[in-house]
């Protein structure tokens, strides 16, 4: 007799909450921002006292150190102060604080959407009872005009597979940026061609004043020289600013000691992720010395063109980020948890149908062919097959949980085996859906979809968080050799 993978669904939700806010800069060109300014610096000193005195009153709650956040926004736009014009230097600090405000918006990150969840391990193991473990999900979180970042959840998971979630914080806090990346001429223009193969001469004399290694300001440098030596037609400025659209994509950040993870958000920083980051698949990877080091695949959008990035952490409060290179190029890779035969692996979708593998020796840089590993087999999966996060090591071989698309679009979760060894070798999946939409997960923002990027173990269980219809998220636990054996013997799980 035939019987299902027993799914048990839990009762815990994270849904979108419009109450967590950020502060982030409010830019209206440099016309507007020159007549704004006008109009603060006509106030009399009371007058700009009064108004910043009601801003303090509405605001400081709302925000950790709101006072330094209006200090840099104010610098972004000091430098049209001489347009007005005033001398900076007559202003008084509360004077820059005030203007700092005018420049100044909340967004809430959470309004529309808190979905395409993952789950790692926290750094953190200590002072824990027997069968439990803290852990760390991301979500991707999508505000208005459907800006997309990244935020955090930490909890701990009890001996029976419930998930206690730590206090969530409101005071939101965007990272420090530090754009302190060198490049390299070579391996920069090897990536510039892929975008522009045709050599034309404005690439020329920007090869020509590249030095060896550069840095993102003096890149910015070369550019301006070289833009104001050319004539100025639609070819030569999208050469150039993708040329410097490709440096912003390598920064460093790093968040304040005094935030919880939950106030952590990756927002937006570079041009390449103006219009969103999506569907980070964060993994816990052991080098070959043994040590953690946690990575994320990402995918950068700007509006027009998707850019692949890898996340690096070691303590979720410094990160590093650089883009992925390669044939693999596209939404949806995904790393294996260690090298496999010394190599980096990783799971990536490059046609939008089919699950590929692909392995090189640098982990941002693919330049090997990858190897389908899967296509559209069965009924639920007709339309199109990816993977769900990273794979699992088991004893019997890799575990990959996926996601497939069949009749009416419905997003579906499945799951396989790859071989431990040689992982571009299927050994087993299921027949029929693992997990499908029930009444409750069907309704949201995009009808019929069920959809996770990443799952772990703990107590031999499977815990597999994952997304309601693109609305809000939750998680089920599968004991984990009941699926093994599903997926080694499918006939006996229809």
Not at 137 to 146: D, K, M, N, P, V
């Amino acid at each position: 007799m035939h019987k299902p993978v027993k799914v048990e669904r839990k009762d815990i939700y994270f849904k979108p909450d419009k109450k967590r806010v950020l502060a982030r800069f409010f830019f209206l060109g440099d016309d507007r921002t020159i007549k704004v300014l006008k109009r603060i610096l006509a106030l009399s000193e009371s007058e700009r006292k009064e108004v910043f005195g009601q801003v303090l009153r509405s605001y400081t709650k709302r925000h950790r150190s709101i006072v330094n956040i209006f200090e840099r926004n104010f610098e972004r736009v000091s430098h049209l102060l001489e347009k007005v014009p005033f001398p900076k230097d007559r202003l008084s600090q509360l004077d820059k604080l005030l203007i700092g405000s005018y420049f100044t918006m909340e967004y809430s990150i959470e309004s529309a959407a808190l979905f395409n969840p993952s789950i790692v391990e926290h750094p953190d193991q200590t002072e824990l009872f027997k069968g439990e473990k803290r852990v760390i999900l991301s979500f991707r979180a999508t505000g208005e005009g459907h800006v997309s970042s990244i935020v955090f959840r930490a909890g701990t998971l009890d001996v029976n597979n419930n998930i206690h979630i730590d206090y969530i914080g409101n005071l939101l806090d965007k990272p420090i940026q530090v754009k302190n990346h060198r490049y390299h001429k070579e391996s920069f223009l090897k990536k510039m061609n892929e975008l522009h193969a045709e050599p034309t001469e404005v690439k020329m004399k920007l090869e020509q004043k590249l030095t060896a290694t550069f840095t993102y300001e003096e890149l910015k440098r070369y550019i301006d020289e070289v833009r104001q030596d050319s004539e100025e037609n639609l070819e030569n400025i999208t050469f150039l600013q993708q040329a410097l659209w490709l440096a912003s994509s390598h920064y460093e950040m790093t968040f304040s000691l005094d935030t919880s993870i939950s106030e952590r958000v990756i927002f937006p920083i570079a041009d390449t992720e103006k219009r969103g980051i999506e569907d980070a698949r964060f993994v816990q990877f052991k080098d070959e010395k043994g040590e953690t080091i946690y990575y994320a695949t990402y995918t950068a959008y700007d509006g027009f063109s998707i850019l692949p990035k890898l996340l690096t952490t070691k303590d979720f409060y410094h990160f590093k980020v650089k883009p992925i290179y390669g044939e693999i190029a596209n939404k949806g890779a995904a790393l294996f948890p260690r090298k496999i035969n010394g190599r980096y692996a990783m799971l990536c979708r490059i046609d939008g149908e089919n699950n590929y593998i692909a392995y090189s020796n640098n982990i941002n840089i693919w330049q090997e062919t990858a190897i389908r590993i899967q296509q559209p087999e069965y009924a639920y999966e007709y339309v199109q097959i990816g993977n769900c996060g990273s794979p699992i090591e088991t004893k019997y071989g890799w575990l990959i949980l996926t996601h497939a698309v069949g009749p009416m679009r419905e997003y579906v979760l499945g799951a396989a085996l790859l071989d431990l060894d040689n992982p571009h070798v299927e050994i087993g999946r299921l027949h029929s859906p693992l997990m499908t939409p029930n009444d409750e997960e069907r309704e949201g923002y995009v009808p019929n979809v069920i959809y996770s990027c990443g799952a772990l173990v703990h107590n031999d269980t499977l815990i597999l968080p994952y997304a309601m219809s693109d609305y809000a998220s939750t998680y089920a636990t599968i004991n984990l050799e009941e699926l093994l054996l599903a997926i080694l013997n499918p006939e006996r799980y229809q």
